[in-house]
C-alpha cells in the first residue's frame, strides 16, 4: 500500500495504465522529506510518526501535487478523480445544489462522512438538499470552499470512526492538511470544454517562510468558472403541469429553452497557516480562511401560455435565473506542548461560519402583478428580481486532547484521552416580500387571477423566498469525551480500540465503540480488521429547515411546504423528533508487497445504518382524507418533512495496487485501484400513523439510495518521469446508475470510460508547464431518450436526476506554476 499512497496517490482504479502527480525539480533531500511527509499519517491513529501501512485502518493519502495533476480546479473535482469510494455528482436546475455540489464517500450521505482541517473538525454547509439530487435531505461540506493550492496532501480514512472522533463519521473521514513549508509558487490555469463554453480561469498564489520560533504560510486564489449548456432544442408545444405552454420559437421551430449544466461560479479564497512556539516545549498554532463564491444558475423555463408567464413581460416564455452567493469563514487556534514522560496535549477552539444567500433574476412574482379583482388590470412597477433570503450556519469547538504512552507488561500501550464541547446555529433569514408574497397584501382571502382565469401563484418564479414565518435563529449544545488505545500484543499484532461518550441536547446521547486490530504474517504479508458502531446526530439543517417552494409533484408543479421538524405543524401530520442515526460496521482487509515493488491492499466492508434520517417525498391530499385536511388548514398543495424513516446496509471492497518500474530511460509508477460499492434499503418505517411507509418514502427515493451513485468505480493510472519531462493519464470508469425521478419511469445510464491526459515540461527548475485534457474522446453519458418524455423534449438530452461525470464532454486546459 505504501507506493499506491506514495507515487500515484489513490485513484479509484483497476488496474494501471499511465497517471500521477507532475514532479517538479527538487534536491534529493526534499523529496526524501516530501516521501516521508507522504507516508506518515494523523488519521485513524494517534499515534506519533505511523506509517500509513501500518495502520490498522485503509488510510489514503492525495498529495496537493496529485490533486493538481488531476487537471481540476476545484477540490472536490480532484478528489473525485484521486480517491477510492468518494463521489462529487454534478447537478443541474437544482437551485443551490448547482453551486454546492454534494459530496460522498462509500456511498453514503454527505453528512455521514466528518470533514477536518488540520485534525480539527470542519463546519457543514447551510444548504440542504431538498430538490431531486443526491444526497436528498442533507446537509454536507462544502468541499470547493478550500482552494486546492493551499492544500499540501488530504488524508482519507475508509472506515467507521464515530468513536475516534465523533459525529458524522460513519463511512469515514476526510483530513486536509494545509501547506506550512518554506517558499511559494504562483500558478495560472486557463481553459475550455470542447463546445466551447466552461471557459475556466484560475490564479493561485502561495508563500510560506519558517524560523526557530515558528512559521506562516499564506494561500489567495481565484477561479471563474463560466456556464456550460447541454440542452438540446425543445420540442414542446403544449403538455401538462409545469411544461404547459408553447416551447417553440415565434416561427414555430424548436428553439433551447434551458440552461441544463454547470452554473456561473466565480471564487476567492483567502486561506492562512502559521504556528508560533512560545516556549521550548509550547506551541501556538492557528489556520483557516475566507472565500466567497458568487453563482449563476437557471430554474425552469415557463413558456407562452403558461398561467406563471407574463406575457407582456415575456411574450416567448421566460427562465427565472438563481443568483447565489456563498461565503464561508473559519478560524482555529490552538496551544499545544510536551508534557512529562513523554505525554503532549492540545487545546484548542475552531469556529466556521456558512452564509449561502438566494436572488431571483429574470422573473416576477405573478401575484404581484394582476388585480385582485382578475379583470386583466395591471400595476405600473412588476418586480422581476429580489433577494429571496439566506441560510446561515454556524460551529464553535472546544477541544482539550492528551496523548502519550504507558508501560504495560514492558510494552508501551499508546494512549489518548479528549474532551469536545460543540455549539451549532441555524439561521433563516427572511427575503423580499415580493419573493415569497401572495399579492402586496399577502393576504389569501382575496383570490388574485390571471387573465386566463387560473389562480395567481405566490412567490418569485423560480425560487421563492424565505418568509418571515420561516425565519428562525437557533442553536444546540452537544459536548463529548473519548479513549483511544493501541497495543503490541506481540511485535506482530496490533490492537486498537477507542469508545466515546457523546450527548446532544436535542438528539441524547450515545456511546460509540471501535475494535482494530493488525497482524503482520511476515515482512511482506499483513492482515488488518475492524469492528465498530457510529452515530450521528441530526443536523440543526434538518432539525430547523423549512420553505415553501415551488416543486414537480406527479408531474404538476404545486407549493410544497418542506416543514420545519420542531414545528408543531408537524406533530399534526404525526411526524415526530429527530433522533440519532446509529450504524454498525465490520471491514476486513490485507496488504501483500513483493520484491519487484508491486504493492497490494484488499479491504471489505459493510456498514448497517438504523434510522436513517430522509426528506420525505412531498405527499399531497391523495394520501388520505386526515392528511388532505391538514393541509388545507396550512395553506399546502404538498408537504415534506424529515423523518427517521430508513435502515440501510450498504457493502464493498477496496482494492489497490501499485507497481513502479523503467520505462524508456524514464521512471514509470503505476496504480490500479477499483472501488466496488451496493447500498440496499432495508427497511422503510412509517413515524406517522396518516402517511404509509411506501409514500413517506417511496420507490423513486429507495431507487436514488440505492443506485444513484455507481457501484464500481475503477481508475487505470500511472507517471512517467525522464529528465524534465512528465506524463500522466488515467482512464477512469464510472459505473451505471439509475433513477426515476420527475417522470416515475425507471432508467439505467450505463457505464462509461473517460480518459485524461497530460504532459508536464519543466522549463527551468523553478518555472513548470503543463497542458492536458479530461475527458479526452468526449465522452457523455446515454441519451435519455423517450424514457424521458416530456423532459427529455423539453431539452434534456442527458437525464436529470443523478450524473456522476457530468455533461460537460472534452476539457483542454494549459497550466504554468512558477516556484521560488
Do not use: C
Not at 130 to 159: C, F, H, W
Not at 619 to 629: E, H, M, W
Not at 797 to 812: C, S
Amino acid at each position: 500500500m505504501k507506493k499506491v499512497l506514495n507515487k500515484a496517490g489513490v485513484a479509484v482504479a483497476i488496474s494501471a495504465v499511465l497517471y500521477g502527480a507532475p514532479v517538479h525539480a527538487q534536491s534529493q533531500s526534499d523529496n526524501a522529506d516530501a516521501e516521508n511527509m507522504e507516508r506518515i499519517v494523523t488519521l485513524g491513529s494517534r499515534v506519533n510518526g505511523r506509517t500509513a501501512t501500518e495502520s490498522a485502518s485503509p488510510v489514503d493519502i492525495i498529495s496537493g501535487d496529485q490533486l493538481v495533476s488531476t487537471g481540476a480546479s476545484e477540490l472536490g473535482k480532484a478528489l473525485q478523480m484521486s480517491a477510492p469510494s468518494f463521489n462529487f455528482s454534478t447537478t443541474t436546475i437544482s437551485d443551490g445544489s448547482d453551486i454546492i455540489r454534494p459530496a460522498t464517500l462509500r456511498g453514503l450521505g454527505p453528512d455521514q462522512v466528518l470533514v477536518l482541517v488540520n485534525g480539527k473538525r470542519r463546519h457543514q454547509q447551510a444548504l440542504v438538499n431538498v430538490q431531486e439530487t443526491i444526497g436528498k435531505g442533507s446537509a454536507g461540506y462544502d468541499i470547493n470552499a478550500i482552494p486546492i493550492s493551499a492544500v499540501a496532501r488530504v488524508e482519507i480514512l475508509r472506515d467507521g470512526a464515530a468513536a475516534q472522533y465523533g459525529s458524522d463519521a460513519i463511512a469515514g473521514v476526510i483530513n486536509i492538511t494545509l501547506k506550512s513549508g518554506d517558499g511559494g509558487s504562483l500558478n495560472a490555469e486557463i481553459g475550455q470544454t470542447y463546445e466551447g463554453d466552461g471557459e475556466n480561469k484560475q490564479l493561485g498564489f502561495n508563500i510560506g517562510t519558517s524560523s526557530s520560533e515558528g512559521f506562516v504560510n499564506l494561500t489567495l486564489e481565484y477561479r471563474d468558472r463560466g456556464m456550460t449548456n447541454r440542452a438540446s432544442p425543445a420540442t414542446l408545444e403544449a403538455t401538462g403541469g409545469q411544461l404547459i405552454g408553447n416551447w417553440l420559437d415565434a416561427n414555430g421551430d424548436p428553439v433551447v429553452r434551458l440552461h441544463v449544466g454547470d452554473a456561473d461560479s466565480e471564487n476567492y479564497y483567502a486561506w492562512l497557516n502559521a504556528g508560533y512556539s512560545l516556549t521550548s516545549t509550547t506551541e501556538l498554532y492557528a489556520f483557516g480562511g475566507l472565500s466567497t463564491r458568487d453563482g449563476g444558475s437557471a430554474g425552469f423555463f415557463r413558456g407562452r401560455g403558461h398561467p406563471r408567464t407574463i406575457e407582456a413581460l415575456y411574450p416567448d416564455g421566460f427562465l427565472p435565473q438563481l443568483k447565489t452567493e456563498a461565503d464561508d469563514q473559519s478560524l482555529a487556534v490552538g496551544v499545544r506542548g510536551d508534557l512529562p514522560n513523554a505525554w503532549m496535549w492540545d487545546a484548542s477552539v475552531v469556529h466556521g461560519k456558512n452564509e449561502f444567500r438566494f436572488n431571483s433574476a429574470n422573473s416576477a412574482n405573478v401575484s404581484w402583478y394582476y388585480e385582485p379583482n382578475g379583470n386583466g388590470g395591471i400595476f405600473a412597477e412588476t418586480p422581476t428580481e429580489a433577494f429571496d433570503g439566506e441560510l446561515v450556519f454556524e460551529q464553535t469547538t472546544f477541544n482539550l486532547d492528551f496523548n502519550g504512552t504507558v508501560d504495560v507488561g514492558n510494552e508501551l500501550l499508546y494512549l489518548a484521552v479528549g474532551a469536545e464541547y460543540r455549539t451549532d446555529g441555524y439561521a433563516i433569514n427572511p427575503g423580499d416580500p415580493v419573493s415569497w408574497a401572495y399579492g402586496r397584501t399577502n393576504d389569501p382571502s382575496i383570490e388574485i387571477l390571471t387573465p386566463s382565469g387560473a389562480a395567481a401563484e405566490a412567490g418569485i418564479q423560480g425560487f421563492p423566498g424565505f418568509s418571515p414565518g420561516q425565519a428562525v435563529d437557533a442553536d444546540r449544545d452537544s459536548y463529548g469525551v473519548y479513549v483511544d488505545a493501541e497495543y503490541y500484543v506481540t511485535p506482530e499484532f496490533l490492537l486498537a480500540g477507542a469508545l466515546r461518550y457523546e450527548d446532544y441536547d436535542i438528539a441524547g446521547d450515545n456511546i460509540s465503540g471501535k475494535l482494530s486490530m493488525r497482524y503482520d504474517v511476515d515482512s511482506d504479508f499483513s492482515l488488518r480488521g475492524t469492528l465498530s458502531t457510529g452515530f450521528r446526530a441530526p443536523g440543526v439543517q434538518q432539525i430547523y429547515y423549512s420553505q415553501v417552494l415551488t416543486n414537480i409533484v406527479n408531474g404538476t408543479l404545486v407549493q410544497t411546504g418542506t416543514v420545519s421538524n420542531d414545528d408543531e405543524v408537524a406533530r399534526q401530520f404525526g411526524i415526530n423528533q429527530l433522533e440519532e442515526e446509529t450504524s454498525e460496521s465490520i471491514s476486513l482487509g490485507l496488504i501483500k508487497r513483493w520484491d519487484n515493488g508491486f504493492d497490494l491492499t484488499v479491504d471489505a466492508y459493510q456498514i448497517n445504518i438504523d434510522d436513517r434520517i430522509v426528506i420525505s417525498e412531498p405527499l399531497t391530499a391523495s394520501v388520505g382524507a386526515d392528511f388532505a385536511t391538514i393541509l388545507a388548514a396550512n395553506n399546502l398543495g404538498a408537504a415534506q418533512f424529515f423523518t427517521n424513516s430508513v435502515n440501510t446496509k450498504t457493502t464493498g471492497v477496496d482494492i489497490i495496487g501499485s507497481y513502479p518500474t523503467q520505462l524508456w530511460s524514464g521512471d514509470l509508477d503505476l496504480t490500479a485501484a477499483i472501488s466496488f460499492m451496493d447500498t440496499s434499503v432495508e427497511s422503510v418505517n412509517s413515524v406517522s400513523s396518516l402517511i404509509p411507509a411506501n409514500q413517506i418514502f417511496n420507490d423513486t427515493q429507495v431507487l436514488r439510495i440505492e443506485e444513484g451513485q455507481p457501484g464500481e468505480k475503477a481508475t487505470f493510472s500511472g507517471q512517467w518521469q525522464r529528465n524534465d519531462w512528465t506524463v500522466n493519464a488515467a482512464l477512469n470508469y464510472f459505473g451505471a446508475v439509475e433513477g426515476q425521478a420527475f417522470t416515475g419511469i425507471r432508467h439505467e445510464w450505463s457505464a462509461k470510460w473517460l480518459m485524461d491526459l497530460s504532459v508536464g515540461y519543466d522549463i527551468t527548475s523553478d518555472l513548470n508547464l503543463m497542458v492536458g485534457a479530461n475527458n479526452v474522446f468526449d465522452t457523455y453519458p446515454d441519451e435519455w431518450g423517450d424514457a424521458g418524455v416530456p423532459f427529455s423534449q423539453a431539452g434534456f438530452k442527458y437525464g436529470w436526476e443523478t450524473l456522476p461525470f457530468g455533461i460537460n464532454g472534452g476539457y483542454y486546459y494549459a497550466r504554468i506554476n512558477y516556484s521560488f
